[in-house]
């Protein structure tokens, strides 16, 4: 059985065809569009992130061009999928012609753009919010990223395109629209990312519906975490050759989690474009930190952090000369001292601060040594005192994502827990691979992922960690 598995993250589509080699990446085309990095940043102010929706559907279309040329795309039996978690999309299903294009049909279908994740513009919108007790309802208190208070934003500031949607959905609902040709419903543990979704009932909470009008009617319902959805619009049959069943797709985060070979007790940590680290739950209790998401017939707890690889890649080309093999060697000659970096080169969530901070035995300092230590350090170290925070004591660290491949990483992970640290046998797209297990579960095909040798080293004592000074600036 070939299950095709999309992953729509930040930079890129990925896609992997379960039961073959067949991997693709289909970088974000903004050739026509005022940036060429996966996004557009206002000009007025840098905290607003959002991308032309088009850019989606175009990758789609390439990629399915792209695997005409690798597979007989009838033998595809399902496609599953998932995406950045929070991007919400505001559109109308056209009218399907098999003789054009996918970017042709949905060119004039979207009244605004698509926020991101990374878009941070909401604030005065959130603290209204805190009216609400959105944490214990929703399992996150009010956040920038999360979709409700984007979606206020565009009924404040434009009524009369908010009135036209006919759509809301999150990137992980449009794409199975567009396959589909119909809207598709919310998968109930992604909709956790929007601020609107009771954990408890795993439906809309209606007090939240009311605060935009039609709201209700334009995100659909929410659904099961893992359904078939249909069968694939008959364009796709008549252009592509694809005849296959369609899944719910869900977030990048519980799709991650379904790729794992994971137990009770395992701490997930994925280190990407944002780091976030993802542990199950039987028991919730929502709070202020980090998120509590719908997974399956139980939870997920999250914590996510906005300065992740790009922080490390930042910190690399400044120090390192662009090189991953000096910025290792600098790790591994030097020693944990008391010595801190906290390199929020963007609005972090967690704590809330932006800026580059150094400290030297708790006390702030002008600038240090070993930077690359230092960020990985403070990275790691916030994601250990969060965890047990929420009230997690992890047995072991599984690792994933880009950077989990460098094993001077992996060691220092292994230090700072002091626990066992495992990788996947397959490194990379562990997010596309989790949808097409989640798909393969739905055939009655359970798969699971294979883990490799972990890495132990002995704890290493990090005295005076100075988060606390952090969240007071």
């Given at each position: 059985?070939?299950?095709?598995?999309?992953?729509?993250?930040?930079?890129?589509?990925?896609?992997?065809?379960?039961?073959?080699?067949?991997?693709?990446?289909?970088?974000?085309?903004?050739?026509?569009?005022?940036?060429?990095?996966?996004?557009?940043?206002?000009?007025?102010?840098?905290?607003?992130?959002?991308?032309?929706?088009?850019?989606?559907?175009?990758?789609?279309?390439?990629?399915?061009?792209?695997?005409?040329?690798?597979?007989?795309?009838?033998?595809?039996?399902?496609?599953?999928?998932?995406?950045?978690?929070?991007?919400?999309?505001?559109?109308?299903?056209?009218?399907?012609?098999?003789?054009?294009?996918?970017?042709?049909?949905?060119?004039?279908?979207?009244?605004?753009?698509?926020?991101?994740?990374?878009?941070?513009?909401?604030?005065?919108?959130?603290?209204?919010?805190?009216?609400?007790?959105?944490a214990q309802w929703t399992g996150s208190r009010p956040y920038e990223r999360f979709t409700l208070s984007q979606i206020i934003?565009?009924?404040?500031?434009?009524?009369?395109?908010?009135?036209?949607?006919?759509?809301?959905?999150?990137?992980?609902?449009?794409?199975?629209?567009?396959?589909?040709?119909?809207?598709?419903?919310?998968?109930?543990?992604?909709?956790?990312?929007?601020?609107?979704?009771?954990?408890?009932?795993?439906?809309?909470?209606?007090?939240?519906?009311?605060?935009?009008?039609?709201?209700?009617?334009?995100?659909?319902?929410?659904?099961?975490?893992?359904?078939?959805?249909?069968?694939?619009?008959?364009?796709?049959?008549?252009?592509?050759?694809?005849?296959?069943?369609?899944?719910?797709?869900?977030?990048?985060?519980?799709?991650?989690?379904?790729?794992?070979?994971?137990?009770?007790?395992?701490?997930?940590?994925?280190?990407?474009?944002?780091?976030?680290?993802?542990?199950?739950?039987?028991?919730?209790?929502?709070?202020?930190?980090?998120?509590?998401?719908?997974?399956?017939?139980?939870?997920?707890?999250?914590?996510?952090?906005?300065?992740?690889?790009?922080?490390?890649?930042?910190?690399?080309?400044?120090?390192?000369?662009?090189?991953?093999?000096?910025?290792?060697?600098?790790?591994?000659?030097?020693?944990?001292?008391?010595?801190?970096?906290?390199?929020?080169?963007?609005?972090?969530?967690?704590?809330?601060?932006?800026?580059?901070?150094?400290?030297?035995?708790?006390?702030?300092?002008?600038?240090?040594?070993?930077?690359?230590?230092?960020?990985?350090?403070?990275?790691?170290?916030?994601?250990?005192?969060?965890?047990?925070?929420?009230?997690?004591?992890?047995?072991?660290?599984?690792?994933?994502?880009?950077?989990?491949?460098?094993?001077?990483?992996?060691?220092?992970?292994?230090?700072?827990?002091?626990?066992?640290?495992?990788?996947?046998?397959?490194?990379?797209?562990?997010?596309?691979?989790?949808?097409?297990?989640?798909?393969?579960?739905?055939?009655?095909?359970?798969?699971?992922?294979?883990?490799?040798?972990?890495?132990?080293?002995?704890?290493?004592?990090?005295?005076?960690?100075?988060?606390?000074?952090?969240?007071?600036?």
């Amino acid at each position: 059985m070939k299950v095709l598995g999309l992953d729509f993250s930040t930079q890129q589509l990925k896609a992997v065809v379960y039961s073959t080699e067949i991997e693709l990446s289909i970088p974000y085309t903004l050739s026509d569009h005022p940036s060429h990095t996966g996004k557009q940043a206002s000009p007025e102010q840098d905290e607003i992130v959002v991308v032309p929706t088009i850019v989606f559907v175009k990758a789609l279309d390439t990629l399915f061009q792209r695997l005409q040329q690798k597979i007989d795309l009838t033998e595809i039996t399902a496609i599953s999928g998932c995406a950045q978690q929070h991007t919400s999309c505001y559109y109308r299903i056209p009218e399907y012609d098999h003789t054009k294009p996918l970017a042709a049909l949905f060119d004039a279908c979207f009244t605004f753009d698509s926020p991101t994740w990374q878009d941070h513009s909401t604030t005065a919108i959130c603290e209204e919010l805190k009216r609400f007790p959105l944490a214990q309802w929703t399992g996150s208190r009010p956040y920038e990223r999360f979709t409700l208070s984007q979606i206020i934003k565009r009924y404040r500031s434009d009524p009369e395109k908010f009135k036209q949607t006919e759509h809301i959905g999150l990137l992980s609902s449009f794409i199975p629209s567009v396959l589909l040709g119909k809207q598709a419903q919310i998968d109930s543990s992604d909709a956790c990312g929007m601020n609107l979704l009771d954990i408890e009932t795993r439906q809309w909470r209606p007090e939240l519906l009311e605060l935009c009008d039609g709201l209700q009617q334009k995100l659909g319902p929410v659904g099961e975490a893992n359904e078939i959805l249909g069968q694939i619009h008959p364009y796709f049959t008549k252009r592509y050759g694809l005849d296959c069943k369609i899944t719910t797709f869900t977030g990048d985060n519980p799709a991650t989690l379904a790729s794992m070979n994971s137990e009770r007790g395992d701490l997930i940590i994925s280190l990407g474009t944002s780091d976030t680290a993802i542990f199950v739950l039987d028991d919730p209790k929502p709070q202020e930190m980090g998120h509590i998401f719908c997974f399956e017939d139980h939870y997920m707890g999250l914590l996510c952090y906005r300065n992740g690889s790009l922080a490390r890649e930042r910190i690399r080309d400044m120090y390192y000369n662009q090189s991953w093999q000096q910025f290792n060697q600098d790790v591994e000659s030097s020693s944990s001292d008391g010595s801190y970096g906290f390199y929020f080169f963007e609005q972090e969530i967690q704590p809330k601060a932006k800026g580059v901070y150094y400290f030297k035995d708790g006390k702030p300092v002008q600038d240090l040594k070993h930077h690359a230590r230092r960020i990985l350090e403070s990275q790691f170290l916030m994601i250990k005192q969060h965890t047990l925070a929420f009230g997690f004591n992890p047995k072991r660290v599984i690792v994933c994502g880009g950077a989990s491949e460098n094993k001077t990483i992996q060691k220092l992970l292994a230090q700072i827990f002091g626990l066992p640290v495992y990788s996947l046998v397959q490194q990379s797209n562990a997010a596309s691979l989790g949808a097409c297990l989640r798909a393969r579960k739905l055939f009655g095909l359970p798969d699971q992922t294979k883990l490799g040798t972990p890495v132990v080293a002995s704890a290493v004592e990090h005295p005076q960690f100075p988060l606390s000074l952090i969240k007071s600036l």
